[in-house]
């Protein structure tokens, strides 16, 4: 069983989530309470052979970048994981923190499940993919679990939030062990992490990438289908 220790932070949790920038998210250190069962997953997704990935990126804005959104391809403990994360008990707690009702997660995890950077790999500044090509819901929040042990500093990899404008880089996020990050989905939530990183060559960058979804969203925050909407930095460089 997994514990996940939240039932007494989700009101304080909703504050920090609404009132953060440059927009709503918020960061939660060692989030699954069973720190041995996050190291066994931290070391079985190691295991998994490249060949097992659903695409491996390799152009301008996205290098080095596997996924694996197939369940029956994960690990045991990696499993139970997205099965906890795609759980009633997880999409309370996500409704508590977001004020978003309705919360839906997706089962096909497209564009979702482990993601893994390779050494020199980077991902350009973005906002995601806006309607699920399948259901027609539509994206709302996105939630990162971080995977990596001992990560150091320098190597980079950190996920980095844009202010709409691209004109400030607000936040920078290390990617260690049991973080999670929650963050809304709007063309103006801009993040990625654009810089190559410098692991060591048997080093790469873990981390499990679970969106939500409700039916309609405000019309405000309508605009027609897109994939990412990639963005430059001020000097001109993904």
């Known amino acids: 069983m997994i514990n996940l220790e939240i039932a007494n932070n989700s009101q304080n949790d909703q504050k920090k989530f609404l009132e953060a920038h440059p927009f709503d998210h ?11 069962f996050m190291n066994d997953v931290a070391s ?13 990126e390799h152009w301008e804005v ?43 997660p997706d089962p096909e995890l497209l564009g979702g499940g482990l993601h893994k950077m390779e050494p020199g790999g980077h991902l350009a500044v973005h906002a995601d993919f806006n309607i699920h090509m399948n259901t027609g819901y539509h994206r709302r929040v996105n939630a990162l679990l971080y995977l990596n042990e001992n990560w150091e500093e320098e ?46 060559e048997a080093v790469s960058r873990y981390s499990l990438a679970f969106y939500y979804y409700t039916v309609d969203r405000p019309q405000e925050e309508k ?3 897109h994939w990412a909407l990639w963005q430059r930095r001020p000097d001109g460089r993904y």
């Open 26 to 36: 918020i960061i939660l250190d060692n989030f699954i309470g069973d720190k041995n």
């Open 44 to 56: 079985e997704v190691k295991t998994i052979p490249n060949s097992d990935y659903d695409f491996n």
């Open 62 to 104: 996205q290098i080095k970048k596997r996924g694996l959104s197939d369940i029956n391809k994960l690990p045991d403990n990696t499993k139970k994981l997205v099965e906890f994360f795609q759980s009633p008990e997880m999409i309370q707690y996500l409704e508590s923190i977001t004020g978003i009702s309705g919360l839906l």
């Open 155 to 200: 190597w980079g990899g950190h996920l980095e939030l844009w202010d709409s404008a691209m004109t400030r880089c607000w936040e920078k996020v290390m990617p260690i062990l049991n973080r999670l990050v929650v963050f809304r989905i709007t063309d103006d939530a801009l993040h990625g992490h654009p810089d190559p990183m410098t692991s060591p």
């Open 223 to 225: 605009a027609p289908f």
